[in-house]
């Protein structure tokens, strides 16, 4: 069974820095990109990042300029510089990998990012 293991979230005030990272492990079938999905209390889950094994990556609009994501193919690890961090980045964040372009096909079990002054 694939397992997708996520660290780094946390408390951090407005205009402050996280790093999340999320590696995955077990026997991993079409697993061409990672990235990170967020959903706050009462919204819908939202793509913030993702990346292919390529090195292709695409960004929410609200996160550019802000975030960045890079991955490690060798440790089939992604991660998640979040800068400037806002309180509207407020949400439970969800690695996932899978499929280039679909919803992934596998998830993390989240992690909280909680930023507030």
């Known amino acids: 069974q694939v397992q997708l293991v996520e660290s780094g979230g946390g408390l951090v005030q407005p205009g402050g820095s996280l790093r999340l990272s999320c590696s995955a492990s077990?026997?991993?079938?079409?697993?061409?990109?990672m990235g990170w999905y967020r959903q706050a209390p009462g919204k819908q889950r939202e793509l913030v990042a993702a990346?292919?094994?390529?090195?292709?990556?695409n960004l929410a609009d609200s996160v550019k300029g802000r975030f960045t994501i890079s991955g490690d193919n060798t440790k089939k690890s992604v991660y998640l510089q979040m800068n400037s961090l806002k309180p509207e980045d407020t949400a439970v964040y969800y690695c996932?990998?899978?499929?280039?372009?679909?919803?992934?096909?596998?998830w993390g079990q989240g992690t909280q990012v909680t930023v507030s002054s």
């Open positions: 990346i292919t094994f390529g090195g292709n990556t």
């Open positions: 077990g026997t991993i079938f079409s697993i061409y990109s």
């Open positions: 996932g990998a899978g499929r280039v372009g679909v919803l992934p096909r596998y």
